[in-house]
């Protein structure tokens, strides 16, 4: 806390009596830096009542009125004779400025200066200047000290005579018409210079659209009107100013070189007194009864001002006839930019300027600004939905025309160096028709072509630069993912190639459209260009690039305790979504329950294994359970099956949530965090329902494919995060898990019980299956090599029993089972060349064996280069793993994320 007074005295008039009402203590100018406003301090004021006990009350006006604050809105009891102190804070828009603090009571009213002031350059970093000059001096010491001797010469610079010419383009604005919008410019010139006043044209337009370039193109043409007189003003630079009226006339009067006249000056000044009594009387906002109880004296002692006041009209017109006839012009012409650049209330306040002060016979104001920041500050200020305040200030709104293709391109052909203009392809299609954005990614891809060449990057093509820097600026969500598979824009080239001629691949739309235009370029992988542009510029979203909706994943904040709390009620609906999102999934992966044979089973008590009722095993694993086995077994359909019960019967009270280990893997801090965020993207929840219920331990996990995670450690550490937020929410968890030795993985210590699944039981498998070929006109003895392993598995069963395309397939004679059926299920495929699927399924069973793993991505790099190997490209990958689905050789366990149906087909297929 910063203390101002630090002991109470009475200045000489209070002490003898001089004043009738409360005073401020010290009557000096308060001067605050504004970085003092970015720490929270705080400042003291002391009021001094040297009469009568009064109420009184403390404004702030001006400039400061919100950089600054009271608190308890300035009211304070001053006792006779006593004192009082009014503590002030930082307000809500800390900025820079001049203003007032009043004190109003019945017995009269008192001010005090008070400025918010930017501490200048010298003083700020004085140390480091400091520094720095003690640098400059060694510096120039050591080179004194290393000169050449007397007589001797210096060898010849290396350096060119002449210097290089800079290979960037300014951003600042053009003076000279470089996108062929000369005639628009003429034509609002014209307006300008005939058209009757009072008038206020409008160049509307967003960032970068190139109003400021018009505005003084428009200003030249202007100025060779011998009857207009013409004026710049950039509010932007006076914003901190009391009032935009005055600094508006100080312009015209500079810029017309007026400001030595006695009589401009005279009416300058009178002018600025009224507009100073005009700020004070609407800043502090005193209703008719404060008026009359505490403006006695103030009234009198400013009456002059007062009625001075009445012909402020009369003072601005007398200035500007001054201007112009000393000039010997008729028509004032005011160029106004950056205006949306300005806080609201400047904003409204120079707009409030134009229509009631300068709406004038000889005044014609043209104003360049972006229409959305403007009607922003009028709907903050008056509540005007519509706008229809701002067309009451603007007459004639002219709207930035849009630049057209040729334009574009011919745009970007002055702009690109010959070697760049290969990649006007990329640009045309994912760069924004803006020119100051063109001109910016122009600069960053000018920078990056150089470094290309300058490590020799080989191959390279500078439209494939393009792109990569297009995707990254304009799509973050699609480039995270490139960054990861850089072979993601050739695959988008293949299906662009592979689709039917109505068919748009399922890509995000930004890179599809690059691709598209850029198809015969597309390298096999791009990570070169990523690992070029890490260290590039990165500009402010969609300043640069089309813009593009951010994907729900993208636009979810990271969970964090300090998340808003649903109510219960809400929570309730959140918990009834997640139940049926869960009872959805455990449909689609288990399958019809009344279909379903009982697992067998072997907890780890148990000497022998026997078929088991789902609830019996609920209630022996209660609070955590692990589920191993081998592939193929059914750990995966048998933990939606307990899912399922659990909803049904509404176990513990928690909302079993089936998850994948892969889904809660990431970088996140907490797994309480991972949790929310893999809820919000299985299940589509809010962000605060999601971690609410993880928070509160409302949950069951049931947690599928620990053995699909990579690394043995990473698994364990996982686990272990897994089962503390459990033991200290109280929620459950199941997990499954290939058979694995027991050092690996020691479930007991953490406190799961243990059930080894070993499939279903063989005989009711083989008697489902013959009763369903018997009701099907098929002889069960066809099918030879049916073995054991085989039907025990409850995937293999369901898909046999379910999708029963194979059976009026078979064969009049009997048939090895296992190699029929997966050569018949390759022959359904989509693709004419079986012989390339079979080859491409080959490489990918071997690929699983080799990792010892059971599922695959769609999305794998390395699946997509078998079966690209194999002369499968674009969409035709997808198209013939669905196929393989259809046929029953392959089960979608997640979306593009496959496995074969049983372990024996699989390593059948790897030997082909």
Known sequence: MVVLIAFVWLPAGIAAGGAAGPQFLEQDRLSIPLERLRTGSRWQITVANPGAAVDAEVRLTGGIADALALEGGGRVRLGPGGAATVVMVPGKRPRAGNGQLVLISAAGIDRRQVSVTVTPFLERYRLALIAAALLVVAVAVVLWWRRPAHGEEEPPSARPAGESPGYTHSDEPAATDRLNRKVYAEYLAELARTETPPLVIGILGEWGTGKTSMLMQVRDIVASDPQCAQVWFDPWRHQYDDNPVLSLLHTIVTELGLEKRQHVRRTLRTISEVLGSLVLSASIKLNVADVRRSFVEYDAENFRIRSERTRLDEHLGRLIRIALATLDKSRLVVFVDDLDRCHADQITALLDALKLHFNRADCVFVLAVDKEPLLAAVREKYQDPRGDYLDKIVQLPFDMPRLSDEDFDQYLDDLLDDGLKDAIPSLRSGLRSNPRAIKRFVNVLTLQDRVARARGLDPYDVTVLAAVLLIRDGDSTFYARLAEDPTLLKRIAEDIETAGEDELP????????????????????????????????????????????????????????????????????????????????????????????????????????????????????????????????????????????????????????????????????????????????????????????????????????????????????????????????????????????????????????????????????????????????????????????????????????????????????????????????????????????????????????????????????????????????GVQVPSVLHAMVDAGLLRESAPETYHFVHPLLRDLIAGW
């Open 506 to 873: 399922a890509w995000s739309p930004l890179p599809l459209k690059i691709v598209e235009a850029i198809r015969e370029s597309v390298p096999e992988d791009v990570r070169p260009y990523i690992d070029l542009v890490k260290a590039s510029p990165v500009p402010t979203p969609g300043d640069l690039t089309l813009p593009l909706a951010e994907s729900a994943s993208a636009a979810v904040p990271d969970a964090a305790p300090g998340l808003g709390r649903p109510s219960r009620r809400a929570l309730g609906t959140a918990r009834d979504v997640l139940a049926e999102g869960v009872l959805a999934r455990a449909d689609r992966v288990g399958g019809d329950e009344g279909e379903l044979l009982p697992p067998v089973i072997r907890f780890a008590e148990d000497e022998v294994a026997r078929p088991a009722e789902l609830d019996e095993i609920l209630a022996r694993g209660a609070g955590r359970l692990m589920i191993i086995g081998p592939p193929g077994a059914g750990k995966t359909v048998l933990a939606a099956r307990l899912a399922r019960r659990m909803l049904t019967a509404h176990t513990r009270g928690q909302i079993p949530v089936l998850l994948s280990f892969r889904a809660i893997e990431g970088d996140f801090v907490t797994v309480e965090r991972s949790l929310t965020h893999a809820l919000v993207d299985e299940y589509q929840i809010s962000m605060p329902d999601a971690f609410a219920m993880v928070d509160r331990g409302l949950l069951t996990l049931v947690l599928d494919g620990l053995d699909e995670l990579d690394a043995a450690a990473g698994r364990t550490t996982l686990v272990q995060s897994v089962v503390r937020w459990a033991g200290t929410t109280g929620a459950g968890i199941i997990m499954t898990d290939r058979s694995r030795p027991a050092r690996e993985f020691p479930a007991a210590r953490l406190g799961f019980h243990l059930l080894e699944l070993l499939g279903v039981p063989e005989e009711d498998a083989r008697h489902r299956l013959e009763a369903l070929l018997i009701s099907r006109q098929a002889v069960p003895r066809r099918l030879l090599s049916l073995s054991p392993e085989l039907l025990g598995s409850p995937q293999m069963l369901s898909t046999l029993t379910t999708r029963t395309g194979w059976i009026d397939d078979l064969p009049e004679h009997p048939v090895e089972f296992l190699p029929w059926y997966a050569a018949r299920a390759v022959g359904r495929s989509t693709v004419e060349d079986t012989a390339a699927v079979a080859s491409a399924l080959g490489e990918v069973a071997r690929l699983l064996a080799a990792e010892s793993r059971d599922t695959f991505s769609s999305d794998d790099a390395k699946v997509r280069a078998m079966f690209r190997g194999s002369g499968i490209r």
